[in-house]
């Protein structure tokens, strides 16, 4: 393990967000998590510290569904701390039903892509300023199931469908991380993508039918299988990317829970890449001007 001392992980009060603050905390980091809920935070970081011992937690509030909140958070975070070494953009999840949010963004798009590429772009000078700093993006194996261009149709007006929302966005969210690892290189900060597998958390547990309709016939067994799926588990690779001196100077890089994973050929086309970038750098300016009016 390196001597990792300051990591933000984003959406970490419950899920596999919060076993990966707690490993973390445990091998001795300064560990801010964030989420929506005061009282399910205060809980979170009480656990944590008697978990691990470790007194150095601390919780900021945001949420990720929202590009001005994000930046909120991280113009908090910039104005309290010189640098960052670790930022774990963990927070994601689907909405089954489709939903626009208040800043006129598909719901499942917003704390999957948009949101991690504003927090990250807003952070990237502490970053930088980290003798490593480490960027882990928390994906899932779904990004496969999107078969068209991940950029058309991005409000999802006409059928939507939970599964294949959350699968564009994370899709998304890949092509970004392997844009922003090239934009980097000459730096020495990382950025890696990770599935970290199936895990039973609040997440998964509001998933209902219509989120998959392929699984419906099959829904008992789904739900069984969920339920024996780890969170502790899943939390192993975000921790892995984040602390292990065995990925130190690996970017760009996709990792299917601890094994690193080829991507198919058709997401290295830089144009598509560029593609990515253009919008959540579109999207990032947008909402900079109207939080800054
Ligand atoms: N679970 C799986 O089977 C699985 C599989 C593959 C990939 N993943 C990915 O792994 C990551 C973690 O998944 P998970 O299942 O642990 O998620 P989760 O159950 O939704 O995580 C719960 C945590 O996220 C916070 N949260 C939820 N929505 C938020 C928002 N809009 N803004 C800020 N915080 C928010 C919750 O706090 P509050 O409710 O207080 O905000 C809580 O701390 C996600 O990116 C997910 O897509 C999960």
Not at 175 to 195: G, I
């Amino acid at each position: 393990m390196n001597t990792m001392k300051k990591a933000l992980i984003t959406g970490a009060t419950a899920g596999i967000g919060f076993h990966v603050a707690q490993e973390l905390a445990i091998i001795g980091a300064q560990v801010i998590i964030t989420g929506r809920n005061r009282e399910r935070a205060k809980q979170a970081v009480d656990t944590l510290r008697h978990l691990s011992g470790n007194q150095r937690i601390e919780f900021l509030p945001a949420d990720a569904s929202s590009i001005s909140s994000t930046l909120q958070l991280a113009r908090q975070v910039s104005a309290e701390h010189e640098h960052l070494d670790v930022l774990i953009n963990n927070v994601g999840g689907l909405f089954v039903d489709r939903q626009v949010t208040t800043e006129g963004f598909e719901a499942t798009l917003v704390p999957n892509f948009l949101s991690p590429f504003a927090l990250t772009s807003e952070l990237l000078p502490l970053l930088k300023k980290s003798e490593q700093g480490r960027i882990v993006n928390v994906v899932s194996s779904a990004f496969g199931m999107w078969h068209d261009d991940p950029l058309v149709a991005l409000d999802f007006e006409e059928d939507y469908q939970g599964l294949q929302a959350y699968a564009r966005a994370k899709l998304l969210n890949l092509l970004w991380t392997l844009t922003l690892s090239r934009r980097l290189q000459d730096s020495s900060v990382t950025v890696n993508a990770t599935n970290p597998g199936m895990a039973w958390t609040p997440g998964t547990q509001a998933l209902t039918p219509q989120a998959v309709p392929a699984w419906r016939f099959i829904w008992p067994l789904v739900r069984l299988m969920q339920k024996r799926a780890s969170p502790a588990k899943a939390a192993r690779s975000s921790v892995f990317l984040a602390s292990a001196e065995a990925v130190r100077g690996i970017s760009g890089a996709y990792f299917d829970e601890m094994k690193q994973n080829d991507l198919p050929a058709h997401l290295l086309d830089p144009e598509l890449q560029k593609r990515v970038w253009d919008l959540g750098m579109r999207v990032l300016n947008q909402q900079r001007a109207l939080t800054e009016c």
